[in-house]
């Protein structure tokens, strides 16, 4: 058993039960995961995947300073739900496929990935699901069902079985957490 999986497993876990509750000290512990899965991802080969834990540690510090920011008519700690404009939907959709492209690309070409689209596609599809949670976009929920179920998957076939365990819950917490945002207030932005 790896032990570092193990730890890596733990604290996605902490993070996705912080996330679903709005906490803020949830970008302090998924920057931990992010450190800790940079390492059992590059040791599987899953470059896509450790990528994104790269991609989790920068926006972890983006998000932990967007969420403390008290805007002048609300209290900063309320749990809120923003809702989404169209256009961002369509820009940050546009711009994630044309990653999931340039992605697939490098990793087919590169590296020894065992499975670059896969990789490539939950990667791209985490990394938009990351940057909709820092707005506090409750449609980000959607996109983890989405990549979850995929990656239990690739991580399955890469014989990560705490990252696979850690996953089947990241499902199920998607569907609670989706569940819970709809009780948040809606506001506009």
């Excluded at 707005?135 to 990252?163: C, N, P, R, S």
């Amino acid at each position: 058993m790896d032990w570092t999986e193990v730890f890596g497993a733990a604290t996605g876990l902490l993070y996705v039960i912080l996330e679903i509750r709005q906490k803020r000290s949830m970008w302090i512990v998924g920057a931990v995961s992010a450190l800790i899965y940079m390492a059992v991802f590059f040791t599987s080969a899953l470059y896509a995947a450790m990528g994104l834990q790269l991609y989790y540690l920068v926006v972890s510090v983006y998000g932990w300073q967007k969420w403390g920011v008290k805007s002048p008519d609300e209290n900063s700690n309320r749990e809120v739900v923003v809702g989404m404009k169209f256009n961002l939907l369509l820009i940050s959709s546009f711009v994630s496929l044309v990653c999931y492209f340039g992605l697939t690309w490098i990793l087919e070409n590169y590296t020894g990935d065992p499975n670059p689209r896969l990789d490539a596609f939950i990667t791209t599809i985490s990394m938009l699901a990351t940057y909709w949670v820092t707005k506090k976009h409750i449609e980000h929920w959607f996109l983890w069902i989405i990549a979850d179920t995929l990656a239990v998957f690739l991580y399955m076939q890469q014989g990560l079985y705490a990252t696979t365990a850690l996953y089947v819950i990241y499902i199920a917490a998607a569907v609670a957490g989706y569940l819970h945002w709809r009780k948040f207030p809606r506001v506009l932005n």
